[in-house]
């Protein structure tokens, strides 16, 4: 929603967006009025663009790069960053680094890795976490999180392995519907060429050893093929590159793979939950 308090608080990237919109409209000698006829929105969507009462929408900039990006990938680019800024701060510095990577290896313990969300069940999540979120904002982060997802169809495709702990797909999150729906996309998932979803069943342990004691973790490899750990525990951020550290995390993500099953019996553990009948 448009207002005074945006213009005081917007960021660096939205009031350049906005000075770079109103200065090529100008250029082109257009009012707002017809800026907005070119782009789809009205004078007062453009007005509050530029004044920055309300930052340029990730749809708007797509607009704005149709019309005025010939050439360039200025909106585009901005379009980005302004994405980034949008997340919750923790997260913006794993995310550039998630969206070009080559490689990922992902542990999930507690919910199901925001990439391999479905909208729906991002929503319940979202909506239902604490602390309580405006409508709004649980919105915004569910296209965030959504956006995340060109990550599968990258080109170059990047190598994704998921391991889900069998309890996240036996915790119900939103309902039965939404967690059923969940299931499903997780089998299509799994039938991507550049993907290959594992699931650590409930009694790995029972032998005397269980390697997924401490929690999620997320390695990363970089196109300039260094290893990265993401680490997130309640809302903060660990970002770890110190070489010993990211070796004793990938000796257990590779112990942790070790302790799951394999990829068919996963995804047939999966649709049996889902209720899928062969």
């Known amino acids: 929603m448009a207002s005074a308090e945006n213009k005081e608080t917007a960021s660096?990237?939205?009031?350049?967006?906005?000075?770079?919109?109103?200065?090529?409209?100008?250029?082109?000698?257009?009012?707002?009025?017809?800026?907005?006829?070119?782009?789809?929105?009205?004078?007062?969507?453009?007005?509050?663009?530029?004044?920055?009462?309300?930052?340029?929408?990730?749809?708007?900039l797509v607009e704005l790069q149709r019309v005025h990006g010939k050439g360039t990938r200025?909106?585009?680019?901005?379009?980005?960053?302004?994405?980034?800024?949008?997340?919750?701060?923790?997260?913006?510095?794993?995310?550039?680094?998630?969206?070009?990577?080559?490689?990922?290896?992902?542990?999930?313990?507690?919910?199901?890795?925001?990439?391999?969300?479905?909208?729906?069940?991002?929503r319940a999540l979202i909506g239902g976490g604490y602390p309580p979120l405006s409508d709004e904002r649980v919105e915004e982060l569910v296209q965030l999180r959504m956006a995340r997802k060109a990550l599968f169809d990258r080109d170059p495709?990047?190598?994704i392995e998921v391991i889900i702990d069998e309890a996240v797909l036996r915790r119900v999150i939103g309902n039965e519907e939404i967690m059923r729906e969940q299931l499903l996309h997780l089998v299509e998932?799994?039938?991507?060429?550049?993907?290959?979803?594992?699931?650590?069943?409930?009694?790995?342990?029972?032998?005397?050893?269980?390697?997924?004691?401490h929690g999620e973790m997320n390695l990363l490899e970089t196109p300039e093929h260094e290893r990265l750990v993401y680490l997130d525990p309640q809302d903060e951020s660990?970002?770890?590159?110190?070489?010993t550290k990211v070796s004793t995390y990938t000796q257990r993500y590779a112990k942790i793979r070790s302790q799951a099953l394999g990829p068919r019996e996963s995804l047939d553990l999966i649709k049996r939950l889902a209720g899928v009948k062969e």
């Open 157 to 159: 495709l990047p190598m």
């Open 12 to 60: 660096p990237m939205a009031r350049m967006v906005a000075e770079m919109a109103r200065t090529l409209r100008v250029q082109r000698g257009w009012t707002q009025e017809q800026e907005g006829k070119e782009i789809g929105y009205s004078a007062a969507a453009i007005s509050a663009m530029e004044t920055c009462a309300q930052p340029a929408s990730d749809a708007m």
């Open 74 to 122: 200025i909106f585009e680019t901005a379009r980005q960053y302004m994405r980034l800024e949008r997340l919750p701060e923790q997260f913006q510095d794993y995310a550039l680094l998630e969206e070009a990577a080559i490689s990922l290896q992902l542990f999930a313990t507690n919910v199901v890795h925001g990439l391999f969300q479905t909208e729906a069940y991002a």
């Open 238 to 243: 660990l970002l770890i590159s110190d070489p």
């Open 189 to 213: 998932c799994a039938r991507r060429r550049n993907v290959t979803l594992l699931v650590l069943p409930l009694d790995a342990g029972k032998y005397g050893e269980y390697a997924g004691a």
